[in-house]
């Protein structure tokens, strides 16, 4: 119990902190967060506080509600960061935002932002919030948000993959090729193909109606053939399938073309090992 204290102070000091020094947020929409006071800070939960004031609220006196919405939406995502959010290894982008809103707050009045992770996958993140008047606790409104996580460092290359179609065991990427996936010579290396392939075949086992996929497990062994280059600028369309799916291993082949003339750039195969699900000691 003491630990839990300890650490909850410690992210709810270090947030605080992040808050207090982002001084480029007094010029942006951002600003009304830099405002906002922690009040705990936990790894899935955050609790903020906002006081209203003349420059928030409409002819009516009553907050804007889509100042709320703004506040709502930034610090939901921050939750996910907690108390290392000056370390994390990926940038987040709104891809799907829904609010209701049940009361109204007026000038002078405190309102409350309660938010919570509900579900992490290696790209998405899933979110809620409630906001509550701090004099009387009533609930002025809800929300709900879907994160598209941009990983930085190694995975920053799935940056620019988009989705193009997906069923169980099908799936169609297209890839942007830019300048900081090319080799000495001007076109895309050979590594950066190689590394698409092995990473977007293992997603053939995700299931595109929700954020589960198969347990973890390992490349075993890769082949690729590559036919031809890609420059930058070019986009490149990834087709994955797999082709069998056993209890320990799963095979799978992609082949990677030149969206602008249908020129097959490279081909591979790829045999993966699947992990045995991991049996709970309690």
């Known amino acids: 119990m003491t630990h839990a204290s300890t650490d909850s102070q410690y992210n709810k000091e270090s947030l605080q902190k992040y808050f207090d020094s982002q001084h480029d947020w007094n010029t942006s929409l951002m600003k009304y967060c830099k405002r906002c006071r922690v009040v705990s800070a936990g790894t899935t939960h955050t609790v903020f506080e906002f006081d209203i004031t003349k420059d928030?609220?409409?002819?009516?006196?009553?907050?804007?509600?889509?100042?709320?919405?703004?506040?709502?939406?930034?610090?939901?995502?921050?939750?996910?960061?907690?108390?290392?959010?000056?370390?994390?290894?990926?940038?987040?982008?709104?891809?799907?935002?829904?609010s209701t809103f049940m009361d109204n707050a007026k000038l002078g009045?405190?309102?409350?932002?309660?938010?919570?992770?509900?579900?992490?996958?290696?790209?998405?993140?899933?979110?809620?919030?409630?906001?509550?008047?701090?004099?009387?606790?009533?609930?002025i409104a809800t929300g709900k948000q879907t994160l598209i996580l941009k990983i930085k460092g190694f995975y920053s290359l799935f940056?620019?993959?988009?989705?193009?179609?997906?069923?169980?065991?099908?799936m169609k990427f297209e890839f942007l090729v830019t300048d900081k996936v090319l080799n000495g010579i001007g076109i895309l290396h050979g590594g950066c193909t190689a590394t698409l392939v092995d990473v977007l075949l293992l997603m053939v086992g995700w299931k595109p109606s929700d954020t589960t996929r198969r347990q973890g497990g390992v490349t075993v062994d890769?082949?690729?053939?590559?036919?031809?280059?890609?420059?930058?600028?070019?986009?490149?369309?990834?087709?994955?399938?797999?082709?069998?799916?056993?209890?320990?291993?799963?095979?799978?082949?992609g082949e990677v073309y030149r969206k602008s003339d249908g020129a097959i750039v490279a081909a591979a195969q790829q045999t993966y090992a699947i992990s045995p699900e991991q049996k709970s000691k309690l």
Request: glycine share 6%.
């Open 56 to 98: 928030v609220v409409d002819e009516g006196g009553y907050v804007a509600r889509g100042t709320v919405v703004t506040i709502m939406d930034s610090l939901m995502s921050i939750t996910v960061w907690g108390s290392h959010i000056q370390k994390r290894n990926y940038t987040a982008v709104t891809s799907d935002f829904s």
């Open 159 to 170: 940056n620019d993959t988009k989705v193009v179609y997906a069923e169980p065991g099908r």
């Open 222 to 253: 890769m082949t690729i053939a590559y036919m031809n280059t890609a420059n930058p600028g070019d986009i490149l369309i990834i087709n994955c399938e797999e082709l069998r799916l056993g209890k320990t291993l799963s095979f799978c082949r």
């Open 109 to 139: 009045d405190t309102l409350v932002f309660v938010n919570d992770t509900v579900k992490m996958s290696d790209f998405k993140g899933f979110f809620k919030s409630e906001v509550y008047r701090k004099s009387d606790n009533a609930l």
